[in-house]
């Protein structure tokens, strides 16, 4: 008791100071609403974070229960796309029953917060951990790509959009085949621009490009865009295409969220040969 | 003892009356800058005694701080940037003591610290509440430059009544 007074006299100016801030603090967190909406959001990323690194570990567990999770849409897609399966030596009939051999989950999911007019443009989506969106996993629409999942809440994702100078999608001339890297380069959010892809694949203006596999972000042959001027770098032996994209990345609203189930399993494949 | 007088506390209701009637409706707009605001209130509770007791201070500086925060409408901010400007006091005014100390008894006076002392006395307080104001007013350091920006521009300006106040109408010191 004694030791408590000591305590108290020696720190009793610190901790009203302490208290009364705390106080203020709330004040300020429960009455003001930039301020609390700025705390809700910074606690949403600090909760979201630890979430997220659990969910990694729980996320072996859970692959199941995702793969239930993911909405009656999502199997009505699948059953669509010819590409989300596993081709040969099937019937159709096999084909609509064959959920387990599907390799791309579509998840539907509606954009609340997006911009085109910044370097690095990021797209908020309406769905988050809670429905199984992971960092990595590709987002595109019906007309053609988006971006990438960055960064997850409960309840939200955000995504790299493709008009971010961090995002770098590799794609394939749909004609001859060859492929290349798909980059923002800041002028113009209707355009995007294709390098390194070989000079001597034969392009012309109004080729398609598509995404490929390589990414194991987006499947395969999602449209991009088409090619609206090509030249050849100098002193190099690639092309610099200027790509018009195939939609406007300012008008989006609906799209879908890719889980491609087996990445995890070519990644680390893919490690496994680096080593 | 240092005890808190008459005088303190009606300044104190004074510089309040002020800040709220008269100072809150002076806002300079400046580009990118949307509010810049001018505070005199800090000045009284730099003015309390300097031997009032912490603990009494750290209260009169919350509830001063809470009904500025009535009229701003902005609950807790300006309360927590004067409790906090109230705990720096003390570490400020060490920091500026002067060779042998505080006369017992005085409070920051003009005539016996001298136009420097006050001087930096005045702006270092101002200071710590400002950018603790437009800090909390913020509340994240995303914004960083704007809070320097507004706490520079309103350091700026405040201190124009301030010192005004100091040298013109404050007669403390002199005669003490």
């Known amino acids: 008791m004694q030791n408590l007074l000591i305590f108290i006299s020696r720190y009793g100016v610190f901790l009203t100071f302490l208290f009364l801030q705390t106080i203020c603090l709330t004040l300020i967190v429960k009455y003001n609403n930039s301020q609390r909406a700025i705390f809700i959001n910074s606690s949403n990323l600090a909760t979201g974070w630890m979430v997220n690194k659990t969910d990694q570990i729980y ?196 799209v879908y969220i890719i889980d491609y189930i087996n990445k995890k399993e070519q990644l680390e494949l893919e490690g496994e040969n680096d080593e | 003892m240092n005890e808190l007088k008459l005088r303190d506390i009606v300044r104190l209701l004074l510089f309040i009356l002020i800040q709220v009637l008269i100072l809150k409706r002076i806002v300079i707009s400046a580009p990118f800058l949307n509010l810049i605001h001018v505070f005199l209130f800090p000045l009284a509770l730099l003015l309390m005694p300097f031997g009032l007791s912490r603990m009494t201070g750290l209260f009169i500086a919350f509830f001063a701080g809470l009904i500025l925060d009535f009229f701003y409408d902005s609950p807790g901010v300006i309360a927590a940037s004067s409790v906090l400007l109230m705990y720096m006091r003390a570490f400020i005014l060490k ?35 400002l950018v603790a104001y437009f800090s909390l007013e913020a509340f994240s350091p995303v914004y960083i430059i704007s809070i320097l920006a507004k706490s520079i521009m309103s350091f700026l300006t405040s201190m124009v009544f301030v010192l005004f106040y100091m040298f013109v109408l404050y007669s403390g010191g002199r005669n003490a």
């Open chain 2, 95 to 129: 920091w500026l003591e002067p060779r042998g100390g505080y006369i017992v008894q005085s409070k920051p006076a003009l005539g016996i610290l001298g136009r420097r002392w006050v001087i930096s006395y005045t702006s270092i307080g101002m200071g710590v509440f």
């Open chain 1, 59 to 254: 996320g072996f567990f859970n692959i199941r229960t995702v793969a239930d999770s993911l909405s009656y849409d999502n199997a009505r897609l699948r059953t669509a796309l010819e590409k989300s399966y596993v081709k040969p030596l099937t019937t159709s009939e096999e084909i609509t029953s064959a959920t387990e051999d599907s390799e791309y989950n579509y998840m539907p999911a509606r954009v609340i917060n997006n911009s085109v007019q910044l370097w690095d443009n990021k797209i908020t989506l309406n769905k988050g951990q809670r429905d199984g969106v992971e960092r990595g996993m590709g987002v595109i629409n019906e007309r053609g790509i988006v971006g990438i999942i960055v960064n997850t809440s409960d309840r939200f994702s955000q995504a790299y959009s493709v008009l971010n100078t961090q995002v770098r999608v590799s794609v394939s001339h749909e004609k001859s085949g060859q492929f290349g890297t798909l980059v923002y380069q800041r002028v113009d959010p209707r355009y995007m621009t294709l390098v390194d892809l070989p000079k001597y694949a034969e392009v012309s203006i109004g080729d398609t490009i598509v995404t490929n596999r390589f990414s194991s972000v987006f499947p395969d042959g999602v449209v991009v865009g088409t090619i609206a001027d090509y030249a050849v770098e100098d002193g190099t032996n690639f092309y610099n295409i200027k790509v018009r994209l195939s939609h406007d990345m300012g008008r989006l609203d609906y």
